[in-house]
T-cell receptor
């Protein structure tokens, strides 16, 4: 009963390096989201997807790219990491994103440090 | 732009006390409101979800209320226990954005034995 799984759990990058964070959900959810959590800022939406093959920008999309080639996977890419991208990244999913009583299901997070 | 504020930022109480966490939001055109729990180093777990047409939801010792017109929600925890120690986050979904949520910064709760 995995739910939402994020890999890796921890990562340290040097400025300018690239990496991809993987999110996988086994609940057949349509909607998937990437958030970042920073002290004093709460959680902020980076990008989201309303279904396989679709992506859209959230509140803080600059410096990130995403892809949703398969319904169960949502990838977050950093092409050229910057210290400002040091954060905890959370992936979440919801069944359809359109019903009033839908809860979000979160992964356990990825702690990313950019030096 | 929707803004969500949670007061207090931190709260420490003795075991057994009843307590209230507060959440306020600036735009009353919300879809729903959720309360989440976050344990250190872990993800978020949804505790309660209140639809915009509802006034409250209950689960065990937790009761969440919603006053949409005044832009406020409260999370009431009865007979607090050390295991309730965590950060509690409030998040609102807006009518134009479905389940894309705007989060508050959270209240860090410590329940002392």
């Amino acid at each position: 009963n995995a739910g939402v799984t994020q890999t890796p759990k921890f990562r340290v990058l040097k400025t300018g390096q690239s990496m991809t964070l993987l999110c996988a959900q086994d609940m057949n959810h349509e909607y998937m989201y990437w958030y970042r959590q920073d002290p004093g800022m709460g959680l902020r939406l980076i990008h989201y997807s309303v279904g396989e093959g679709t992506t859209a920008k959230g509140e803080v999309p600059d410096g990130y790219n995403v892809s949703r080639l398969k319904k169960q996977n949502f990838l977050l890419g950093l092409e050229s990491a910057a210290p400002s991208q040091t954060s905890v990244y959370f992936c979440a999913s919801s069944p359809t994103g359109r019903r009033l009583n839908e809860k979000l299901f979160f992964g356990s997070g990825t702690q990313l440090s950019v030096l | 732009k929707q803004e969500v504020t949670q007061i207090p930022a931190a709260l420490s109480v003795p075991e057994g006390e009843n307590l209230v966490l507060n959440c306020s939001f600036t735009d009353s055109a919300i879809y729903n409101l959720q309360w989440f729990r976050q344990d250190p180093g872990k993800g978020l777990t949804s505790l309660l979800l209140i639809q915009s047409s509802q006034r409250e939801q209950t689960s065990g010792r937790l009761n969440a209320s919603l006053d949409k017109s005044s832009g406020r929600s409260t999370l009431y925890i009865a007979a607090s226990q050390p295991g309730d120690s965590a950060t509690y986050l409030c998040a609102v979904g807006e009518e134009t954005s479905g389940s894309r949520l705007t989060f508050g910064e959270g209240t860090q709760l410590t329940v002392n034995p």
